[in-house]
């Protein structure tokens, strides 16, 4: 029996149903990962023993009458940046090749306790840096639309797995644009969450100020399904914000009738594909025909969100992994003649050249005689964008945006352009510098047949709302249901 066509709640509600078991759904899934992953590369860990473990518990407490959630028995896969109890957890990096944590991240608990079957860890730029998942050194994870073209990044195994059939949802991670991107190049569903409305504890920190893990799934159904598991205050993250976990209670159905969408004339401009413009432009008619008002508007400021964003996130992550030092986690080059060649062989050794590009561009924009002019300002820009948002917010309920220039473009092209790099992400990083959820769902098809993705972005905590557009997109629309080869099963 083939899953593929099924979503993450409808699985779920199988289960229920006695209709399958848990442990039958989880061996056909370990099942796929092994005929399927020699092409994908997704996964960094297959763990089919605990998979199998887990499934035959959660089995047996569904048995006896407990109801854990709506997606209790549905296996899925998490991110290598997040981290998992005694399970590899490498950020991608040769620095963490090695690293178990001796702990679960706050996402990963609140998952399990709603009997999630976790089948391994997910494929990723090294340390969530990039946006194609080349910089891994576990090797670049493939497109399954077509396996010469990279999936995207940094989260590229969670959108590539989903998008492949080997998990029915996962875990992704979003700094700039690293959950929606990929979602996009892999026509796949994602949320990048409200910073603050998941708890980061755990999350091996790239950008501090930026970084937020969400959901990846078949369908936003699924992905908002995921995000009322894993949202919510957490004491162990002090930046988590002090509410309760997101409710889309009523989101899935009903109408968008008098909702107003604005649509960023400046983002539709030189840079943008024709073949991404097209499907998205359709995009903001089918929302018409289904009954919202468009309104045109210009958030000019983001314009300077990729310098913004690099002076920011390269500072952040400088800071942070300055932790890597050979000592406390990971690799550490042997046969040292003292202390300080510890800590700079180990270094030199185990960090690739996107990490090491960052932390030294990093290091430059804070040091003493640079703060000001590149520190300091972008963090003046920072706050000129977030307002611009809010501006825009009360025009609109929401706003209306590609996720990417491109589509999927070949493993190995952008890859020795870092700037070419850089500027994909002009739509996604202005959105985690104001702090605010995008949502990512496919709409549509461009160049040789590879997915586009459209972006919807709305105010903090209002992710019901963007998730009630998108569902009603998706009710009306089948861009999430084409599949791929490997859905199809005609590699299986
Ligand atoms: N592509 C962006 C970068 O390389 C975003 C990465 C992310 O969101 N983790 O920084």
Request: hydrophobic share 35%; aromatic share 10%; net charge neutral.
């Amino acid at each position: 029996m083939s899953f593929n066509n099924k979503t993450a709640l409808e699985l779920g509600q199988m289960i229920k149903n006695r209709e399958i078991s848990s442990v039958e759904l989880t061996r056909a899934f370990i099942d796929n990962i092994e005929k399927t992953d020699k092409d994908i590369n997704a996964f960094i860990t297959v763990d089919a023993e605990g998979a199998l473990k887990t499934a035959e518990d959660v089995q047996a407490r569904i048995d006896a009458g407990e109801h854990l959630s709506a997606l209790a028995g549905v296996p899925m896969a998490i991110k290598d940046n997040i981290c998992t109890k005694g399970m590899l957890t490498s950020c991608g990096s040769k620095m963490l090749y090695n690293f178990k944590p001796p702990y679960n991240a706050t996402v990963a608990d609140r998952l399990y306790s709603a009997g999630a079957v976790v089948l391994g860890k997910l494929n990723m730029d090294e340390f969530a840096m990039g946006g194609s998942t080349e910089t891994s050194y576990f090797g670049a994870a493939r497109n399954p639309w077509d396996t010469e073209r990279v999936t995207g990044g940094s989260s590229g195994g969670s959108a590539a797995s989903v998008a492949s059939g080997e998990a029915v949802y996962s875990l992704g991670s979003d700094t700039g644009g690293s959950i929606r991107q990929p979602c996009s190049f892999c026509g796949v569903s994602g949320i990048k969450p409200t910073y603050g409305a998941v708890s980061r504890y755990g999350l091996v920190a790239f950008a501090s100020s930026l970084d937020q893990i969400g959901p990846i799934g078949r369908d936003i159904k699924d992905c908002a399904q995921v995000l009322s598991i894993i949202s919510g205050h957490d004491a162990k993250d002090s930046t988590s914000i002090k509410t309760a976990s997101l409710d889309f209670g009523g989101c899935f159905e009903g109408d968008i009738k008098g909702m107003t969408i604005g649509v960023p004339v400046n983002y539709f401009g030189d840079g943008l594909d024709e073949d991404v413009k097209e499907p998205v432009l359709k995009a903001i008619d089918t929302f018409k025909s289904l009954g919202a008002n468009i309104t045109e508007l210009e958030i000019k400021i983001t314009d300077y969100a990729i310098p913004t964003y690099y002076v920011l996130a390269c500072a952040e992550a400088s800071s942070n992994l300055s932790r890597y030092d050979g000592i406390k986690y990971g690799y550490r080059r042997k046969d040292c003649e003292n202390l300080l060649d510890v800590y700079y062989t180990s270094r030199s050794d185990a960090f690739g050249m996107e990490v090491k590009r960052r932390i030294m561009l990093g290091s430059f924009v804070l040091s003493s005689g640079y703060y000001d002019a590149y520190y300091n300002k972008a963090l003046k820009v920072r706050r000129l964008i977030k307002n611009s948002f809010d501006d825009a917010f009360e025009k609109c309920d929401m706003i209306i945006s590609p996720v990417a220039p491109t589509v999927a473009y070949k493993i190995g092209e952008n890859s020795s352009d870092p700037l070419k790099m850089y500027l994909g992400d002009i739509y996604t990083v202005s959105v985690n510098l104001a702090g605010i959820p995008g949502v990512s769902i496919p709409c549509g098809f461009g160049a040789n047949n590879m997915p586009v993705g459209m972006q919807l972005i709305g105010k903090s905590f209002s992710e019901p709302k963007l998730v009630k557009a998108a569902a009603a997109f998706q009710n009306a629309t089948d861009f999430h249901k084409m599949q791929n080869k490997y859905m199809k099963g005609g590699r299986a």
